[in-house]
């Protein structure tokens, strides 16, 4: 990426940034969010600031909201837990979840069953009927929201993929007699201005590989590793220190350790990119949590 791209250490995002099947998203939900009570938003445990989308308040106004933190079962939960009592203190209603064993699903639905009397019963005292809880999802890409629909309902209602942008457009799903869902696609802003932020949400996969440099984000990951999580860089790869002087020779171990090598003896550092990024992915270099 050429100099030009940079600014003040900051990349900017080029033309495949924004798409614009984002504005869209932010442009339907601003017409529908009159008809929600409750809003389900959903950021990723190992993130937990990275992944909050940053103009959430002006999207979903002033509803009654459940800050639900997804992929527990990945993140280092003591940082977590941290996170999680700084949300609370700002009067959030939190509920951490572990997809994987349904940890903690039921507890949304319990919370969003005593957030629905409450709005039942301003509406009786007005005069009107009680109804259904009109709960509106929303969260950034590759943050879980699918699997966590289908957690909800009981059954796959949706389709779950490890890439992000696998929904593509608004729909109501019936969770339960007491609640109808509005899925979302997942939504980021215009412009990464802060690049430990933007590194965060490269490092998982919260935004397409081809937006920021791959070698840059792996070694972004293996600096942060080698900052937070010592250990894990050792026991997953072999790496005491990382060479900043000679970047290719902590790339060189990893690459003989995994077997990323090309015929005539040379590693392939493209392999060894990916391999970081997807050892990061499924929790395969341990339990962390970035922010």
């Known amino acids: 990426m050429s100099n030009d791209n940079k600014k003040e250490g900051v990349y900017k995002i080029g033309i495949n940034w924004y798409p614009g099947h984002m504005a869209k998203t932010k442009r339907l939900i601003n017409e529908k969010i009159d008809l929600i ?3 389900y938003e959903v950021i990723d445990a190992r993130i937990p600031k990275s992944s ?4 959430i308040d002006n999207i979903i106004k002033n509803k009654k909201r459940i800050l639900i933190m997804t992929k527990t079962d990945l993140c280092d939960i003591k940082k977590t837990k941290k996170w999680i009592e700084k949300y609370k203190s700002l009067g959030y209603e939190v509920i951490d979840v572990d997809l994987m064993s349904g ?5 949304i639905i319990e919370i969003t069953k005593k957030l629905l009397k409450e709005i039942n019963d301003k509406r009786l005292k007005k005069g009107l009927k009680i109804r259904k809880a009109r709960v509106l999802i929303i969260g950034i890409p590759n943050v879980g929201k699918s699997t966590l629909i289908n957690r909800l309902v009981g059954k796959k209602a949706v389709n779950v993929g490890n890439k992000p942008g696998v929904t593509k457009t608004l729909d109501w799903i019936r969770i339960n007699e007491h609640i109808e869902l509005l899925d979302t696609p997942g939504i980021l802003w215009p412009k990464l201005d802060n690049q430990e932020i933007a590194f965060n949400l490269a490092s998982m996969t919260v935004i397409k590989e081809e937006v920021l440099p791959i070698d840059e984000v792996c070694l972004y990951i ?3 590793l080698e900052k937070e999580y010592p250990e894990l860089l050792k026991n997953r790869y072999g790496i005491n220190k990382i060479n900043d002087k000679d970047i290719l020779e902590t790339l060189d171990i990893i690459g003989k350790k995994r077997g990323c090598i090309m015929r005539g003896g040379e590693v392939d550092y493209e392999k060894v990119y990916n391999i970081v990024l997807r050892d990061l992915r499924d929790g395969l270099i341990g339990k962390v949590t970035f922010d």
């Not at 909050?52 to 103009?55: A, E, F, R």
């Not at 940890?103 to 507890?107: A, G, H, L, P, W």
Request: proline share 0%; hydrophobic share 35%.
């Open 37 to 39: 009570d409750i809003v």
């Open 103 to 107: 940890k903690n699903v039921n507890k």
């Open 52 to 55: 909050k989308i940053k103009d």
């Open 222 to 224: 293996l600096r942060k």
